[in-house]
């Protein structure tokens, strides 16, 4: 996702005027670069926003590492669930 230009803000200002930036952030649902001496310091965005993209970023890492088992799995890397299961069995002493 890129930052828009327009959503760049000084700190300083963000601070002198924090309840009307959270109220754009709440409404627009965009990200927004803060800057302290002209770099960019921090972005922010709504609260719902930033917990609906941990969510994505959650699910993207399952299905990578499921990916990355089936890869492994069709190199010869991996076992056949009833062999893992009763392995696991046999370790912990797990009856059938």
Known sequence: MAVDLRNIHPL???QRSAKSFLETLRE????MVLT???KAAAVVQDAET????????ELLESMLGI?????????GKGVL???A????????????
């Open 28 to 31: 627009t649902k965009a990200a």
């Open 50 to 57: 930033y917990q609906l993209m941990v969510e994505r970023i």
């Open 36 to 38: 302290v001496n002209g």
């Open 85 to 96: 299961f009763q392995s696991l069995r046999e370790k912990y002493d797990i009856p059938n």
């Open 12 to 14: 300083s200002e963000f």
């Open 67 to 75: 990916r990355q088992s089936l890869e492994e799995f069709e190199q």
């Open 81 to 83: 669930l009833d062999d």
